[in-house]
């Protein structure tokens, strides 16, 4: 059986145009595709300009600062001071992200390796969404007649 039609009832755009008016041009479509070379690319320009900041930034920041770090002492030009402080901090923060992608891929592998050893045959575990599943009753085969 097929639900009835509602052939009466008639949906309008919300900004108020029927779809019909064909003075609104389609925007156009990419001549080529974007490549990875091509991201390389301009990942490699993007790069650059920020290497070309970094390097007026250290310049600039030329004066000497005196630096302690575990019983080390020494001077630093101040950029390069600052620089190295950015680079440790943004490091601190990249290890418990890279630990926790690490622990994610090697629970995938488990799982995959797990599901790999399965039996094909036997009991399904329940599900765990929380709702209850009920068999369908099984239908009589058609037979001769």
């Given at each position: 059986?097929?639900?009835?039609?509602?052939?009466?009832?008639?949906?309008?755009?919300?900004?108020?145009?029927?779809?019909?008016?064909?003075?609104?041009?389609?925007?156009p479509q990419?001549?080529?595709?974007?490549?990875?070379?091509g991201g390389l690319w301009?990942?490699?320009?993007?790069?650059?300009v920020v290497l070309l900041l970094l390097l007026i930034f250290v310049l600039?920041?030329?004066?000497?600062?005196?630096?302690?770090f575990l019983g080390v002492h020494g001077t630093?030009?101040?950029?390069?001071?600052?620089?190295?402080?950015?680079?440790?901090g943004v490091?601190?923060?990249a290890l418990p992200g890279?630990?926790?992608?690490?622990?994610?891929?090697?629970?995938g592998r488990r799982r995959v390796t797990q599901e790999a050893g399965a039996p094909e045959s036997g009991p399904t575990p329940p599900p765990t969404t929380g709702i209850a599943s009920v068999p369908l009753p099984r239908r009589p085969e058609n037979q001769d007649g």
């Open positions: 059986m097929t639900a009835p039609r509602n052939n009466h009832v008639r949906f309008f755009p919300l900004d108020g145009h029927d779809g019909t008016d064909v003075s609104r041009p389609m925007p990419p001549a080529v595709k974007r490549s990875r070379v301009v990942a490699a320009v993007v790069f650059a600039q920041n030329g004066q000497r600062a005196e630096v302690s630093l030009p101040m950029g390069v001071a600052l620089l190295l402080a950015a680079v440790s490091l601190l923060v890279t630990a926790r992608i690490v622990q994610l891929r090697m629970l």
